[in-house]
């Protein structure tokens, strides 16, 4: 029948053949390759061994580069990882836990009372990560002070950088204390100052003083001496005596500039000044420009060089009585007048000319300074002016 097709007879000895053709190509393939394999690997054992000094690098890159990879691996497992902890928060314990510590309660009853008050817990508060809490401390105010101290001058130490260590106003400083206030840029090391204890003048009261010359003096009311705490005045009548201390809250006084006695002879010819002005020294400004600081305090070493700032003659060469120390005045014959204070030595004489920028002097400590600084004034007609405003 068509459908029992016969199948095609396969002569023996045929498959045997076919057999034996693969075994014998398998042969040679191995009789090539194996050869060359074993010479490629004795070729790379005898460099390796030969010139392992020059591998070196190349196997420590690989070392290290498999190290680096293995760290960020494991960083990354570690970091996907939730570690199951039960928050902190949502565990509330009862006062009875700590008096007793038999009844602290097991987890479990821990949970039920946390589903009993806040219902199903989140995923966060069953895998919540572990957490530093804040600890609570007591913050102390400032309170203000309740009676007037001392306090005695360091080294480096200004009128401005005391009365930011107590919170009050330079001028405070400078009105409670006479020696202060006659050169208020000028302090002595171990020099004793009275700090208040709020902004304001400190008044001796003097015979014939009464309550309302002493307001009217230091433009303030009668009531805002009678009503400070500080000064125990009792009422209805308020009575002062002379040698009492009142604080005068808000009070000021006038300012009043040194004078030095200049030179008087004749002007040297030529010796005019452009009004153009330069730094005097190089350094850093220690003390600025303020109402009991006419001036600005310019931090060198002893023995800087110091400059004429502009062209001019000498008014003023030697030692002062009023806190300079050793001080140079340059007259600069246009209404502009210099002063160089605390130097240590002195190369001009009065009536000398000088040109901008000769040098006239060096830095010193002299006089009343806490420190090695230049202190550096410009006056206009008398007047003194904020040096900062004229230099480059």
Excluded at 234 to 256: N, R, S, T
Aim: glycine share 10%; charged share 20%.
């Amino acid at each position: 029948m068509d459908g029992n097709k016969e199948r095609p007879v396969v002569p023996q000895g045929t498959t045997g053949k076919s057999k034996t053709k693969k075994k014998g190509w398998l042969r040679r393939r191995l009789e090539v390759a194996l050869p060359r394999f074993f010479a490629w690997l004795a070729v790379t054992t005898w460099r390796v061994s030969g010139d392992w000094r020059g591998m070196r690098p190349i196997f420590s890159r690989v070392v290290a580069h498999i190290a680096v990879f293995a760290i960020a691996y494991l960083v990354l497992v570690a970091g996907s990882v939730h570690w199951p902890v039960l928050a902190a928060q949502s565990l509330p314990l009862a006062p009875e836990t700590f008096a007793r510590p038999e009844a602290t309660p097991s987890p479990e009853a821990a949970l039920a009372e946390v589903l009993a008050h806040n219902g199903e817990p989140s995923q966060s508060d069953l895998w919540a990560p572990l957490s530093r809490r804040a600890e609570p401390h007591t913050t102390i105010p400032e309170r203000p002070r309740l009676e007037v101290i001392t306090y005695t001058v360091q080294l480096g130490d200004t009128v401005q950088s005391i009365a930011e260590r107590f919170g009050l106003e330079p001028t405070t400083i400078m009105w409670a204390n006479p020696a202060v206030e006659d050169a208020p840029d000028l302090l002595r090391i171990g020099q004793e100052l009275v700090i208040l204890p709020i902004d304001g003048v400190y008044h001796t009261v003097q015979e014939g003083d009464t309550l309302e010359s002493i307001a009217e003096k230091y433009k303030v009311d009668v009531e805002a001496i009678t009503s400070c705490p500080y000064n125990d005045l009792e009422p209805p009548d308020f009575a002062i005596e002379p040698g009492m201390k009142l604080i005068v809250p808000g009070g000021e006084k006038p300012y009043v500039p040194r004078v030095v006695t200049s030179y008087t002879g004749p002007v040297p010819e030529g010796a005019r000044g452009t009004g153009l002005f330069q730094w005097p020294v190089l350094g850093y400004i220690t003390q600025g420009y303020w109402y009991g600081h006419r001036a600005i305090d310019i931090g060198v070493p002893e023995g800087t060089a110091v400059r004429a700032a502009d062209a001019g003659f000498i008014s003023f060469a030697g030692w002062t009585d009023v806190g300079y120390g050793y001080l140079v005045v340059i007259d600069h014959a246009n209404g502009f007048a210099t002063y160089y204070a605390h130097l240590s030595n002195i190369y001009v004489t009065a009536g000398q000319a000088v040109e901008r920028g000769q040098v006239i002097a060096a830095s010193g400590n002299t006089g009343r300074s806490t420190g090695p600084h230049l202190h550096f004034e410009i006056r206009y007609n008398g007047i003194q002016q904020n040096p900062r405003a004229y230099l480059p």
